[in-house]
């Protein structure tokens, strides 16, 4: 070996790796996965470095002799993207793969300052050590190795910088998502349909996912899928990409989400009930298409207030807000419907949440199948330069949650960040994400505008500041835009008053 180091960082990842595992996936899964699970427990949920990181392991350990030749002869085709950060860096495991390709390999002159020759020697060697686990009694042998963490890269928080494609000088395209620097973690969408809006989704949660899933800090998600798209059984090979498996869909019309949206405020003074009943009062008010007076919105946090009272704080039902609700009517209007009754009680015979939490939201990743529903209706953890991000929510078709004075979505965007929470909201126009009740631009870190079918010209302004000449030459960059491709604001020319103020990105392909 000619080098004194190997270098591991960014070294691109093997095409087709997937398929090649797929035996190795299914017999650790016949070893973990047990036959039967409690309610709302599922199968392990392991990502593809772990048993990639497994046959690394196995094939280096293996004594036979290398050569260029075994090498060269791998004829998997070698990716532009590269393995995930963490793939070397858990339990500062890529120092152990380093020694091993060096005592491997030390008679062995190939070309280790390419990333792609390191990249062929990494997947000869997956495959050499697929193939000893497979062996009779090889998965027992080997299943039990994990290098113990080191207080190494494993136990911080993960560098979430999503590579979503490529710039146009064929860069690669990352959006930076949790270190100091940038303000906050919102992502806007906005792409007509045909656009590889889907696509870009996919390529978001696969990132998020693969960057964290094998950390001590995880990242889930919890997608509202207005299309059905993503929870289609069809698709279900999709959810392998997001390290998790068809369990994780839900579906609110066969059976009620495993969850109550009610907080609980057992042993919580009585002002922060008051509060979050003035809040959920806005809230359930909103879903009405008639006016609420300001007499039944009043009478609806009192309620709200008493349902808690009578349950000693714990988490209430829509069934206890309405017959709270109703006895603070007048005896000669409590059989009456007015608007309030009326969303109650439709809330109430739906039957979409359950009564009391079934599941943990916040520690999983779920899928909320919302298909074939009408279309009209903690503090993070920080170091010097990360911040711990917890949970994404998104959100696609995200204009049925725009049109009105939705709080709680406000809510979330304000404080999400130094909780550790973010958001992804989809939709197909750009006027979309700017409304009369919040701009919805102003708040978010990455704006991503793929192919529109027609153009807003406030909203560009508003977007990239800018007007004259290269308002026309933004637009013309949106309306030349190819399915896949998407253009976003570029902060350091904008901040410096140089070049262009946006940049143009090709999505990698995924789905």
Same mark, same amino acid.
């Given at each position: 070996?000619n080098?004194?180091?190997?270098v591991l960082?960014?070294?691109?990842?093997?095409?087709?790796?997937?398929?090649?595992?797929q035996?190795?996936?299914?017999?650790?899964r016949?070893?973990?996965?047990?036959?039967d699970?409690?309610?709302?427990?599922?199968?392990?949920?392991?990502?593809?470095?772990?048993?990639?990181?497994?046959?690394?392991?196995?094939?280096l350990?293996?004594?036979?002799?290398?050569?260029?030749?075994?090498?060269?002869?791998?004829?998997?085709?070698v990716?532009?993207?590269?393995y995930?950060?963490?793939?070397f860096?858990?339990?500062?495991?890529?120092?152990?793969?380093?020694?091993?390709?060096?005592?491997?390999?030390?008679?062995?002159?190939?070309?280790?300052?390419?990333?792609?020759? &390191?990249a062929?020697?990494?997947?000869?060697?997956i495959?050499?050590?697929?193939?000893?686990?497979?062996?009779?009694g090889?998965m027992?042998?080997?299943?039990?190795?994990?290098?113990?963490?080191?207080?190494?890269?494993?136990?911080d928080i993960?560098?979430?910088?999503?590579l979503?494609g490529?710039?146009?000088?064929?860069?690669?395209?990352?959006?930076?998502?949790?270190?100091?620097?940038?303000?906050?973690?919102?992502?806007?969408?906005?792409?007509?349909?045909?656009?590889?809006?889907?696509?870009?989704?996919?390529?978001?949660?696969?990132?998020?996912r693969?960057?964290?899933?094998?950390?001590?800090?995880?990242?889930?998600?919890?997608?509202?899928?207005?299309?059905g798209e993503?929870?289609?059984?069809?698709?279900e090979?999709w959810?392998?990409?997001f390290?998790t498996?068809y369990?994780?869909?839900?579906n609110?019309?066969e059976?009620?989400?495993?969850?109550?949206?009610?907080?609980d405020?057992?042993?919580?003074?009585?002002?922060?009930?008051?509060?979050?009943?003035?809040e959920?009062?806005?809230?359930?008010?909103?879903?009405?298409?008639?006016?609420?007076?300001a007499?039944?919105d009043s009478r609806?946090?009192?309620?709200?207030?008493?349902a808690?009272?009578d349950?000693?704080?714990r988490p209430?039902?829509?069934?206890?807000?309405?017959?709270?609700?109703r006895?603070?009517?007048?005896?000669?209007?409590?059989?009456k419907?007015?608007s309030?009754?009326?969303?109650?009680?439709?809330?109430?015979?739906?039957h979409i949440?359950?009564?009391?939490?079934?599941?943990?939201?916040?520690?999983?990743?779920?899928? &909320?199948?919302?298909?074939?529903?009408?279309?009209?209706?903690?503090?993070?953890?920080?170091?010097e330069?990360?911040?711990?991000?917890?949970?994404?929510?998104?959100?696609?078709?995200?204009h049925?949650?725009?049109?009105?004075?939705?709080?709680?979505?406000?809510?979330?965007?304000?404080?999400?960040?130094?909780?550790?929470?973010?958001? &992804?909201?989809?939709?197909q126009?750009?006027e979309?994400?700017?409304?009369?009740?919040?701009?919805?631009?102003?708040?978010?870190?990455?704006?991503?505008?793929?192919?529109?079918?027609?153009?807003?010209?406030?909203?560009?302004?508003?977007?990239?500041?800018?007007?004259?000449?290269?308002?026309?030459?933004?637009?013309?960059? &949106?309306?030349?835009?190819?399915?896949?491709?998407?253009?976003?604001?570029?902060?350091?020319?904008?901040?410096?008053?140089?070049?262009?103020?946006?940049?143009?990105?090709?999505?990698?392909?995924?789905?």
């Amino acid at each position: 070996m000619n080098v004194s180091k190997v270098v591991l960082n960014g070294i691109p990842s093997i095409r087709g790796m997937h398929d090649q595992m797929q035996d190795v996936i299914n017999a650790l899964r016949r070893h973990i996965d047990l036959t039967d699970y409690s309610e709302g427990v599922g199968p392990v949920r392991m990502n593809m470095s772990i048993p990639l990181r497994l046959c690394l392991f196995a094939g280096l350990c293996d004594r036979s002799p290398r050569s260029v030749e075994d090498v060269m002869s791998f004829n998997l085709p070698v990716e532009s993207t590269p393995y995930p950060t963490t793939f070397f860096s858990k339990a500062d495991v890529g120092k152990l793969f380093e020694a091993l390709l060096k005592l491997r390999y030390n008679e062995v002159d190939g070309d280790w300052g390419s990333p792609r020759f &390191i990249a062929r020697a990494i997947g000869r060697e997956i495959l050499r050590g697929r193939d000893i686990v497979l062996k009779e009694g090889g998965m027992e042998d080997w299943l039990l190795f994990e290098p113990k963490n080191n207080n190494g890269a494993s136990g911080d928080i993960p560098e979430l910088n999503l590579l979503i494609g490529q710039y146009e000088n064929g860069m690669p395209a990352y959006l930076d998502m949790n270190s100091r620097s940038i303000a906050n973690t919102q992502i806007l969408i906005a792409g007509t349909t045909g656009s590889g809006k889907s696509n870009l989704l996919a390529v978001l949660i696969n990132q998020i996912r693969e960057l964290s899933t094998d950390t001590h800090y995880p990242v889930n998600f919890l997608l509202f899928d207005y299309k059905g798209e993503f929870s289609d059984p069809q698709h279900e090979l999709w959810l392998q990409l997001f390290n998790t498996n068809y369990k994780a869909v839900l579906n609110p019309i066969e059976r009620p989400l495993p969850f109550t949206p009610f907080k609980d405020f057992t042993g919580k003074p009585i002002n922060e009930v008051n509060l979050y009943a003035t809040e959920l009062s806005s809230a359930l008010g909103s879903i009405s298409r008639t006016s609420i007076s300001a007499n039944m919105d009043s009478r609806l946090s009192t309620a709200i207030v008493n349902a808690y009272k009578d349950k000693k704080f714990r988490p209430v039902t829509f069934s206890e807000i309405l017959d709270s609700y109703r006895n603070l009517l007048p005896d000669k209007q409590q059989d009456k419907d007015d608007s309030i009754t009326s969303v109650l009680t439709q809330l109430v015979n739906n039957h979409i949440f359950e009564d009391e939490d079934k599941v943990d939201l916040l520690n999983n990743s779920y899928i &909320i199948n919302l298909g074939r529903f009408p279309k009209d209706g903690a503090m993070a953890k920080t170091n010097e330069e990360r911040v711990e991000l917890r949970h994404f929510t998104i959100i696609d078709e995200a204009h049925y949650m725009l049109d009105f004075d939705n709080r709680p979505l406000r809510e979330l965007i304000a404080v999400g960040r130094n909780k550790g929470m973010s958001i &992804i909201l989809a939709t197909q126009n750009m006027e979309s994400f700017k409304s009369k009740y919040f701009d919805f631009y102003a708040n978010a870190q990455y704006p991503l505008i793929m192919k529109q079918q027609q153009q807003n010209d406030s909203v560009i302004k508003d977007l990239f500041g800018v007007s004259g000449g290269i308002l026309l030459e933004i637009k013309q960059a &949106i309306a030349g835009l190819q399915k896949g491709e998407l253009i976003t604001r570029d902060a350091a020319n904008m901040a410096l008053g140089i070049g262009k103020p946006w940049q143009k990105i090709k999505v990698t392909h995924l789905i």
